[in-house]
């Protein structure tokens, strides 16, 4: 049974930091490309920042310098680094895991990051 269950989230003023976490268990870890979405209130969920199985990563542009996805193939788990952190950044966030060209299979249950000004 695949579980990805995301932690780190929290209440932040703007400027400041948190570090995302999604354990996962019941796949192939190494084998899954990855994915950290968000959605912010009233908005629909979009994708924040992937890292394939090769470990090429890519950003949504508004968090470009900001945000840094990794990955501990050790411990199964995916982070997301968020620095300058801005009240737009205000959302749940998600971890998805195994892309299979049209969407991913699996999904966390998200963790609430709010940024206050």
């Known amino acids: 049974q695949v579980q990805l269950v995301e932690s780190g989230g929290g209440s932040v003023q703007a400027g400041g930091s948190l570090k995302l976490s999604c354990a996962a268990s019941g796949y192939d870890f190494r084998r899954c490309g990855m994915a950290w979405y968000r959605q912010p209130p009233g908005k629909e969920r979009d994708m924040v920042s992937r890292?394939?199985?090769?470990?090429?990563?890519s950003y949504k542009d508004s968090v470009k310098g900001r945000f840094t996805i990794s990955q501990d193939n050790a411990k199964n788990t995916l982070y997301l680094q968020m620095n300058s952190l801005k009240t737009e950044d205000t959302a749940v966030y998600y971890c998805?895991?195994?892309?299979?060209?049209?969407?991913?299979?699996?999904w966390g249950q998200g963790t609430q990051v709010t940024v206050s000004s």
């Open positions: 890292i394939t199985n090769a470990g090429t990563t």
């Open positions: 998805a895991a195994c892309f299979t060209g049209v969407g991913y299979n699996y």
